[in-house]
């Protein structure tokens, strides 16, 4: 029998673990010697001593939000649907945003609301207490998420009571109001911003980007659709199906998607558009258009086929064609889901890969943009002036479904 096998199991662990203890004291391990470690040495248990809680170095690459002090404050605008499923649950996902104060028309709602995202009394508001945001500190930015007729009038009142505005998509009814907004905010000293979350979104960007680096070629034809069914007797599209309210029909709630997006996969604004008639469903309840399609045409000859409905379901797809590929977004513009895939053409060939984007929260970039334009005293990537190209561009498509002609853009 040799040596080393004449050693019990029992009598080697002993002398390893003695001898890793020596290392680690050693090389100044934390495992081994805790700031707490009891000075009597660790009861042994099989040769192991007994596991214990320490301390270990910061992981690498971790990205801390700022300190609350230093974030940008919001008071958001409208607790509806939007605001309370996708904004104030965000605003906690956000490094540079904190929620600071609420507005609603509902008080019951409005107590509950504070209280669960603790907002204490005074910093909850009626519509009517706007202008108290002026003594209110704690908010930097309002964010309006109310049906479109009200973006105008809450962000001129937001902006006389001194504060930054992020308003939901579109920026307003009219071009007209637009150009009101832009100007209150320029006199005001204060930023605008349109809530554009697809112009944040992972997936989007990615698309931009491989668009940008030839991987299609020249982008010629984009397909760009969008549809779900307008159900009126749901209190979220009570509003949307009322002109007064809306200021237009699916055009205005998710044709919009397609229009900002052409331009931002492009990189191009249009020259031109024509559309189809509008498409009503003549249901007595509804007063808005419900479908419509047209065509928009780019300085580098590009066209962008869109179409926009609130009688079909499910449909939120960007298709980006070149002469080397294409790109499909599909879903392009959803809250949870986004498919990006790249087909690309060797000869006769094709190649389709479908991308993976690690992180896919679109809204926290978006609120977080707001706060570092503040911060940063600089515009935001989606200024007040992106909401008005599109509401001139939407203008121009219903004056087209109406004329039949097309409709030169300036
Ligand atoms: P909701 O109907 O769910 O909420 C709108 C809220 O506005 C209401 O809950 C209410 O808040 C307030 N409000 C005040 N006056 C009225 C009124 N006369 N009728 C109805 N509501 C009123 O709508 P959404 O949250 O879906 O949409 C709000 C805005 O957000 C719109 O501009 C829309 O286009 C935009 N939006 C943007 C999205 C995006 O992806 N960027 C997605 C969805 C919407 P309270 O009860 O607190 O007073």
């Not at 029909?249 to 509008?278: H, M, T």
């Not at 797809?317 to 959803?334: C, S, V, W």
Request: glycine share 8%.
């Amino acid at each position: 029998m040799s040596t080393l096998a004449s050693v019990s199991r029992r009598d080697f662990l002993q002398g390893a673990s003695g001898l890793l203890a020596v290392c680690a004291f050693a090389s100044g391990d934390a495992y081994a010697q805790p700031a707490n470690a009891p000075t009597s040495a660790p009861e042994v248990v099989d040769g192991f001593p007994p596991p214990r809680l320490v301390g270990r170095p910061m992981p690498e690459k971790v990205q801390f939000p700022s300190p609350p002090e230093r974030r940008v404050g919001f008071a958001v605008v409208g607790l509806g649907d939007f605001a309370l499923h996708q904004i104030l649950p965000n605003l906690s996902a956000t490094k540079s945003c904190r929620l600071a104060a609420l507005v609603s028309g509902n008080p019951e709602k409005l107590q509950k609301v504070g209280e669960a995202y603790g907002i204490s009394k005074e910093h909850r508001y009626g519509y009517d207490q706007l202008e108290k945001l002026r003594d209110d500190e704690t908010v930097d930015v309002v964010y309006i998420i109310t049906p479109n007729v009200f973006h105008r009038d809450l962000t001129e009142r937001a902006f006389k009571a001194g504060k930054h505005v992020l308003c939901e998509k579109p920026l307003a009814t009219s071009s007209e109001d637009c150009e009101a907004m832009i100007a209150a905010g320029e006199k005001a000293g204060k930023t605008l911003m349109v809530a554009y979350r697809a112009q944040f979104d992972p997936y989007n960007l990615e698309a931009v980007k491989m668009i940008r680096e030839g991987k299609v070629g020249t982008p010629s034809l984009l397909v760009l659709d969008h549809g779900r069914i307008l159900d009126p007797s749901k209190p979220v599209d009570q509003w949307r199906a009322k002109q007064a309210l809306a200021g237009g029909g699916s055009l205005f709630d998710i044709g919009i998607y397609s229009v900002n997006g052409a331009r931002y996969l492009l990189g191009e604004e249009p020259v031109s558009v024509k559309a189809s008639p509008i498409v009503r469903s003549g249901r007595p309840e509804v007063d808005v258009e419900e479908q419509i399609s047209w065509t928009m045409r780019f300085p580098s000859g590009a066209v962008a086929n869109c179409s926009s409905s609130y009688l079909v379901s499910g449909r939120k797809r960007f298709h980006i064609q070149g002469d080397k590929g294409d790109i499909t977004l599909d879903p392009a513009t959803d809250y949870e889901v986004r498919n990006l895939y790249l087909k690309t053409m060797q000869g006769e060939n094709h190649s389709t890969q479908e991308l993976e984007i690690p992180q896919d929260n679109q809204f926290a970039p978006m609120l977080d943009e707001m706060a570092n334009a503040i911060l940063e005293n600089r515009q935001p990537k989606t200024p007040g002036v992106e909401g008005l190209r599109d509401l001139r561009i939407l203008e121009a498509i219903y004056r087209s479904a109406e004329s039949g002609r097309e409709v030169k853009l300036a």
